[in-house]
């Protein structure tokens, strides 16, 4: 029966060190663009039903909870352009103790505007 060397397991070690050090960061990364994505799209919902209340019974500001918070983001429909704005500019969200900031931007050129989050330094 043949056992490894000491130099071989060493090696393989080594090898993976290095491979789990160049994956976490990417990983991390990841993890961090999909909890984004995520708040803006509950926010976009949001969004979306705000809309349709408005355009149904005239309902102009709505209270939103996102994913992995437990922060609320207050919208209100801006009658004179007939937008959706966030209340007081822009929200943040505490996220494993990091803070995720929300923005609307509506002078983009689209009727629409769109939704923009990052991560707050």
């Known amino acids: 029966m043949k056992a490894f060397s000491l130099t071989e397991l060493l090696i393989s070690i080594a090898i993976l060190i290095i491979l789990t050090s160049i994956a976490t960061p990417i990983f991390f990364k ?21 809309m349709a209340e ?5 309902t ?8 992995k918070s437990n922060d609320n983001c207050t919208l209100i429909v801006d009658k004179l352009n007939d937008k ?4 007081n500019s822009y929200c943040d969200f505490n996220i494993d103790s990091k803070v995720v900031r929300c923005e609307i931007h509506t002078n983009y050129g ?6 923009d989050c990052y991560y707050k330094e």
Do not use: F
């Open 30 to 50: 990841y993890k961090n663009n999909a909890v984004i994505a995520r708040i803006q799209g509950d926010l976009v919902a949001c969004a979306g039903e705000l």
């Open 54 to 58: 408005y355009a149904n019974n005239g």
């Open 60 to 67: 102009t500001k709505k209270t939103c909870k996102v994913y």
């Open 84 to 87: 959706i704005k966030i209340e």
């Open 110 to 115: 689209d009727i629409n505007g769109y939704i």
